[in-house]
């Protein structure tokens, strides 16, 4: 696994033909019609990495102009897939059995992140994610490192190699966690800070406070976070909130003071539009309403909460128009069964079901995509394919398997709905192999008929 940190300008500069999708409006609140944009023959024309035009073929094949032409006709192209909550140090310990949450970290969890205080361990596991990522079509993810400031650089290091924009952080946690794993909110305080003054900002990545939950943090660890968040007001928050009930229940006891698990966070300076919060399964409303009105985000994690039993996240009342909050959709591996944003929204298809409610195809593709980049605030840069952004997306191929292919035996379709359809097999039956490319800064980082690049 070589990577090549350098690389000239000019590559990234390419032309791609095929369908092409993107969101350019929010589905939950448009008409559906009206938020996304479709060319069934489409081109991309990208420049040094950064989308220089999208359209029609037609109307884009005279500004080719001298730079490659890849042809992806027959596939299905939409932007990168965001993972907007991943634990890297737990790509080796998916599916570990028979526990939920509180007994799930103490039996699984603690003991496989202490792995994480080896730098060459941690950076081979590292490789092995980011490997693992592009291949599932994430070119983007909020990412939870172990307690060890070793461990965020060897992420770090290896996203940098790959041209990744990154966003992680050192694990904060001076309680009720075993000795081996804690630090002190002095020392998590001044860690954390030497490690954005390190990373955050250098080329695509970016740093994320990131203490575990309320539960492993006393108030005086999370009041420093809250402090490093003013020092840098540009770096992001990210922690699990409100997921197992007895977990609730635990923060009520540890924080007797406060008014409910949200609140915890809020007094000690937390709650901010750059705060993504996983989970969020227990929310009450009232703590919807608040997450709405500080403009915070939420992190849908469907494979995890069904893999470790904590409930059903009610994605209605977060996306309820009269107090809107930010979603992106998390595969939280390894609470998290896959590392696939498909295999993901499969699975948040079912929970809505079984809660009454229906998420559509492209409702489903938004939280995968722009509702992602929204939720980590980098739509400016990520999500779509407007120009200026970052070419980073995926090439899906809607006949990839005997099954999909018999599915799928209409090819690319020519309208709106049968598009939906087809999306909407993918978003069901889709994974890793529906994948056949991943670009990054319109290079290809990823490619399914390529053993390695
Ligand atoms: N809450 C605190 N730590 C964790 C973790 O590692 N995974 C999940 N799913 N929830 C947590
Ligand atoms: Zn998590």
């Not at 526990?99 to 603690?110: A, C, G, H, S, V």
């Not at 490997?131 to 940098?160: I, M, Q, R």
């Not at 992190?299 to 996306?319: D, I, Y």
């Amino acid at each position: 696994m070589e990577h090549q940190p350098e690389r000239p300008v000019s590559q990234g500069t390419v032309a791609i033909r095929g369908a092409l999708l993107d969101c350019i409006g929010d589905p939950f609140y448009q008409p559906e019609d009206q938020a996304v944009r479709y060319f069934a023959d489409g081109l991309l024309l990208v420049r040094e990495g950064q989308i220089e035009a999208v359209g029609a073929y037609k109307a884009l094949a005279d500004r080719v102009g001298d730079r490659p032409l890849i042809d992806h006709s027959g596939s299905l192209i939409i932007p990168g897939l965001i993972d907007t909550h991943i634990h890297y140090p737990q790509t080796g310990m998916m599916a570990s059995y028979g526990e939920q949450l509180l007994e799930w970290l103490e039996r699984y969890t603690f003991p496989t992140e202490r792995k994480f205080a080896d730098p060459a361990y941690a950076r081979q596991v590292a490789d092995l994610f980011l490997d693992e990522l592009l291949k599932n079509g994430t070119t983007t993810a909020l990412v939870f490192a172990a307690v060890f400031p070793a461990s965020v650089d060897a992420f770090f290091e290896a996203a940098e190699a790959r041209h990744l924009r990154m966003i992680s952080g050192k694990v904060m946690m001076d309680r009720n966690a075993p000795d081996y794993l804690c630090d002190t909110a002095q020392s998590s305080y001044e860690e954390s800070k030497a490690l954005i003054e390190k990373w955050h900002g250098r080329g695509r990545l970016l740093y994320a406070v990131t203490p575990r939950f309320a539960a492993t943090s006393t108030e005086a660890q999370l009041k420093l976070a809250a402090k490093l968040l003013d020092e840098f007001p540009d770096v992001y928050l990210h922690t699990h909130l409100s997921e197992n009930v007895s977990e609730v229940a635990w923060i009520k006891e540890l924080f007797p003071q406060y008014d409910g698990y949200l609140d915890v966070y809020d007094q000690t300076g937390l709650v901010r539009s750059r705060s993504l919060f996983a989970h969020g399964v227990q929310l009450t409303d009232d703590e919807f309403r608040r997450l709405s009105e500080a403009k915070a985000a939420i992190s849908f994690c469907p494979t995890s909460n069904l893999f470790l039993g904590s409930g059903l996240f009610r994605l209605e009342q977060a996306k309820n128009p009269e107090h809107p909050v930010k979603v992106g959709l998390g595969t939280d591996v390894g609470a998290g069964t896959s590392f696939s944003l498909l295999q993901t929204t499969n699975e948040a298809y079912k929970v809505a079901q079984l809660r009454g409610q229906k998420l559509s195809a492209f409702k489903a593709l938004f939280l995968a995509t722009l509702g992602g980049a929204r939720a980590l605030c980098l739509e400016d840069k990520l999500g779509s394919f407007d120009l200026g952004k970052e070419a980073d997306f995926v090439v899906l191929d809607p006949q990839a398997t005997p099954l999909l292919a018999l599915r799928n035996q209409g090819g690319i379709p020519q309208t709106l709905a049968a598009l939906e359809d087809l999306l909407f097999s993918l978003v069901i039956m889709g994974s890793d192999r529906a994948v056949a490319a991943t670009y990054i800064m319109g290079e290809r980082a990823y490619s399914s008929k390529v053993a390695s690049l």
